[in-house]
């Protein structure tokens, strides 16, 4: 059984007669925002499926930050619809909050607390007992290979040990919906790909839905889906390998300079 495979199996059963549907895990419909008069984002339209990873890639100012801050309700949504599996982030925000986790571009991080009381904080808001917090905190510990520095101070970790700790707090109330904005900002090569692997296992190992912010095109593969977002617009959206033959291209680079118009031949945004 795949992770799609297992979500529906977890849905309700249909009436006899209907068909099963499957609810996207973030559905972004028609959303604009404005920052007085600059439009950060215009009519943007676009799904992530369960147990699905999508690749939101955009140069700097293409408005990646401000979907993320309207999905995690930082800011009021101006116009259009943002659902979490569902749910109307503006109508029942608990319900739809409850199924997300958020790993932001800045860290969050309380340096002077140790590993494991960064994680009972956490989850202390999300109102999980302290019994199991303690619980949850040491198993996710063990999963990312922190176990033995669960009372060190978080400032003593690498960038790397920050960042999958701050997935592993996103992960303690166990969302079934992960947004990283540029989650591999700042780190090396060897820690950006092993947060990479250990998000890309959470997809297929866990079925969670991933919508991953970035502007590297080496941290999107083959098999993931795709939004292009540039200048605030949504200039393509499907499965990679679509979105590169739509743009008559022969790689994501070449697609992504197509479509925007923009000469980025390594993958940087143009200086
Ligand atoms: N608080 C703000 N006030 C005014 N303009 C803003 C504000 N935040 C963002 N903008 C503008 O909105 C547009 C989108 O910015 P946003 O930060 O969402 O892009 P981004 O893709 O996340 O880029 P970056 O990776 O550089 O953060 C840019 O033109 C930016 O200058």
């Known amino acids: 059984m795949t992770a799609t495979d297992a979500h529906i199996a977890s849905q309700p059963s249909p009436d006899a007669g209907t068909v099963a549907t499957v609810q996207p895990a973030l559905s972004i419909g028609n959303v ?21 990873f999508t690749a939101l890639l955009g140069l700097n100012g293409a408005g990646k930050s401000t979907l993320f801050s309207l ?8 116009n259009g619809q943002i659902k979490i599996f569902g749910h109307d982030i503006s109508r029942t925000p608990g319900e739809a909050l409850r199924l997300m986790g958020v790993v932001f571009q800045p860290r969050t991080l309380d340096l002077d607390l140790s590993l494991t009381q960064n994680l009972l904080y956490h ?24 176990a033995d520095r669960a009372s060190s101070k978080v400032r003593d970790l690498s960038g790397g040990q920050m960042r999958r700790l701050e997935i592993a707090r996103a992960l303690l109330h166990r969302p079934r919906l992960l947004l990283l904005d540029e989650a591999t900002v700042g780190l090396d090569v060897k820690a950006r790909a092993d947060i990479l692997d250990h998000v890309r296992q959470l997809v297929t190992e866990q079925g969670i839905g991933v919508l991953w912010a970035t502007h590297l095109f080496d941290e999107i593969m083959p098999g993931d889906d795709l939004v292009v977002l540039h200048q605030g617009r949504m200039l393509a959206h499907g499965p990679m390998s679509r979105v590169i033959a739509d743009a008559a291209a022969q790689d994501v680079n070449t697609a992504f300079m197509r479509l925007t118009g923009t000469a980025t031949l390594t993958g940087k945004p143009p200086t």
Do not use: C, K, M, W
């Open 32 to 52: 604009s925002h404005s920052y007085g008069p600059r439009r950060a984002l215009i009519d943007v339209n676009f799904t992530v499926q369960p147990a699905s």
């Open 71 to 78: 999905v995690t309700r930082l800011f009021g949504i101006q």
């Open 123 to 146: 989850a202390a808001l999300h109102g999980i007992s302290r019994r199991e917090a303690r619980l949850r905190s040491a198993e996710v510990l063990g999963r990312i290979g922190l």
